[in-house]
Each structure stands twice: as C-alpha cells, then as structure tokens.
C-alpha cells in the first residue's frame, strides 16, 4: 500500500528536472534596469529636386532716333526668330512708335512689311505758323490705324511710353491711357513737332530725359533689360538744313544722357548705322537689316543671361 506513492513521487522527481529546463528555456530574459544610452540615427531629410525658375522677365527698351528707328524692327524679328518674347517693352520717340505697334500684336514680320509700305505723308501734317513744323495729329491717327485703336492698358503686351513734362522738365511714363496721344507726345521734337497737351500739363520728346528708357523697362518690373541704342554719333552728320542741325543737336545731348542710363542695361544693341541720318527715310531696309544683325551678333550672350537667371 505505501510502495505506490513512493514510486509516484521518484517518477515525479525524475520529470521535475526537465520541466525545470524547459521552462526556463520559455521564460524571456530579464530586461536590465540599466538605461543605454540610445543611439541616434539622423533623421532623414526629404530633399525637393530643384525646380527651374520661371523665365526671366525680359523687358526691350527701344530708344529714340527718328528714321534710326526702323532698326527697332530687326531687333524684334530676330528676337521672336530665336523664340525669345520680351515680357514688357518700353518706348522713347521713335522707340514708342515701334513699341506700340508690336505690343498691339504685330509680329516682327508684320513690322516689317508695315515699314516698306510706310509712306512719310501718312504721319505729316505740317502748321504753319506755330510752335512747330508739324502738328502731330497724323501721326496719332497712323497709330490708332494700326493698333486698332488700343489704349495702352489694352495692350497685348504691356507697354510703357516715356514723354518729357515741357513745364518740369521731368520724365513721365505713360502705362494708362490713349496710346496714339502717349507716342504722338513722346515723339514731339521741339520746333519739329508741337508740343502735347494733356490735361493742363503739357509733353514733347521723351529723348530729352530718356533717348534709352533703360530706368523705365526696371520700373515696370523687367528683370532682364535689353536695350536698343539707335541715337547717331555726333561726328561727321551733315548739319546744312535746320532740321539737321536740330537732330544733331539732340545726338550730342541724348549721348551724354545714356552714358549714365545705358550702364542699368544688361544687353546693349547698337545696329551700324554709318551714314543713315535721323532724318533718312529712304533707308529703312538698311536699317531693319542691321538692326537684325545687331541682335545676331550679341543672341549668344542673351540666351547665356537668361539661362544663368532661369537657374
């Protein structure tokens, strides 16, 4: 009777052993209270691929020059050519004329083709007497013609028009407004033209403050400024008429004037124009031409700008 549970208790302590052992094999290990010190990783940083900048703002500023001023258009076309449009462009005298054309929308080849077919009557309407040779009032209907009668806030393409205050002497820009009034002011060559009332102020050539209105392009936001200089050397022009000797006259000023506004400009174009006065009407081919060769010359420098700002 007592031999059996001696016998369970032997079988007992046989088996104790490996439940021993395999509980301690199932039991996790005990967490020290010992706190590491933890081990830093750096935070990963999303990094933005670089995203290009929009193109820079391109503004043209076309200078005065009269019948120099048909040089503008080459510029223009070889521009659009190489697929670059300026943002904004900004006009003085012949400069405005231009200017207001292509940014009603006329392309480079309209331009053009608007200039050889351009007859010089069509923007004379002389006065006699008065306070200048011609009125103006032609050249304002020239303008209307051919923007469609746009005012300047109308644009395709925004649009600045230097004129001078004639009480003030100051240099005014036109953004709003009747813009065949803004050129026909703009392009009022004292003595040449009558000055232009506007309200109770009145407005003759922007060339006297401005020839290059490289100030005005930066004003309206450009970012990159090419300007076109077409103003004549004083050496050597023909001075035997009166209206020769005025334009001269206003040569010499508008070079004093632009060594200090044309260092604001990033670009500079010069189209050759030896020979062809301000007053040569007949040289309009000539001057378109090298217009555009001017504006060949200097592409690979204006491509180079507006890649190191599109950066």
């Known amino acids: 009777m007592?031999?059996?549970?001696?016998s369970r208790c032997r079988n007992l302590?046989?088996?104790?052993?490996?439940?021993?052992?395999?509980?301690?094999?199932?039991?996790?290990?005990?967490?020290?209270?010992?706190?590491?010190?933890?081990?830093?990783?750096?935070?990963?940083?999303?990094?933005?691929?670089?995203?290009?900048?929009d193109?820079?703002?391109?503004?043209?500023?076309?200078?005065?020059?009269?019948?120099?001023?048909?040089?503008?258009?080459?510029?223009?076309?070889?521009?659009?050519?190489?697929g670059i449009r300026p943002s904004l462009v900004v006009g003085t005298?012949?400069?405005?004329?231009?200017?207001?054309?292509?940014?009603?929308?006329?392309?480079?080849?309209q331009l053009g083709e608007?200039?050889?077919?351009?007859?010089?009557?069509?923007?004379?309407?002389?006065?006699?007497?008065?306070?200048?040779?011609?009125?103006?009032?032609?050249?304002?209907?020239?303008?209307?013609?051919?923007?469609?009668?746009?005012?300047?806030?109308?644009?395709?393409?925004?649009l600045g028009i230097v004129a001078t205050d004639l009480d003030s002497g100051a240099p005014i820009l036109f953004q709003r407004g009747d813009t065949a009034t803004?050129?026909?002011?703009?392009?009022?060559v004292p003595a040449v033209f009558q000055p232009v009332r506007i309200g109770n102020r009145e407005y003759v050539d922007g060339g006297l403050v401005s020839p290059v209105p490289v100030r005005f392009a930066r004003q309206m936001g450009a970012e990159l400024i090419v300007a076109v200089d077409i103003t004549s050397p004083p050496e050597g022009q023909p001075t035997g008429d009166a209206m020769r000797m005025l334009l001269q006259t206003f040569s010499i000023m508008g070079r004093s004037i632009n060594s200090f506004e044309l260092k604001d400009a990033d670009l500079v174009l010069r189209p050759r124009l030896d020979g062809v006065?301000?007053?040569?009407?007949?040289?309009?081919?000539?001057?378109?031409?090298?217009?555009?060769?001017?504006?060949?010359?200097?592409l690979p420098q204006l491509r180079q700008r507006i890649a190191l700002l599109s950066q």
């Open 2 to 6: 007592h031999q059996r549970p001696r």
């Open 13 to 53: 302590l046989s088996v104790l052993p490996l439940l021993a052992l395999a509980a301690c094999q199932s039991v996790p290990p005990q967490v020290s209270s010992t706190i590491p010190t933890p081990v830093v990783t750096p935070a990963l940083v999303a990094v933005k691929p670089a995203v290009p900048r």
């Open 55 to 82: 193109p820079p703002r391109i503004g043209l500023a076309l200078g005065g020059g009269a019948a120099r001023g048909f040089a503008h258009i080459g510029v223009i076309q070889v521009l659009e050519e190489a």
């Open 93 to 109: 005298s012949a400069g405005s004329l231009v200017a207001a054309l292509y940014a009603s929308g006329l392309n480079g080849k």
């Open 114 to 158: 608007l200039a050889v077919a351009m007859d010089e009557s069509a923007i004379t309407d002389w006065a006699y007497p008065g306070r200048g040779l011609l009125r103006g009032e032609a050249l304002a209907r020239y303008v209307r013609e051919h923007t469609g009668a746009k005012s300047i806030e109308q644009m395709k393409l925004p």
């Open 182 to 188: 803004a050129v026909r002011a703009s392009s009022a």
């Open 277 to 298: 006065s301000s007053a040569d009407f007949t040289a309009r081919k000539r001057a378109i031409q090298a217009g555009r060769e001017s504006a060949q010359a200097l």
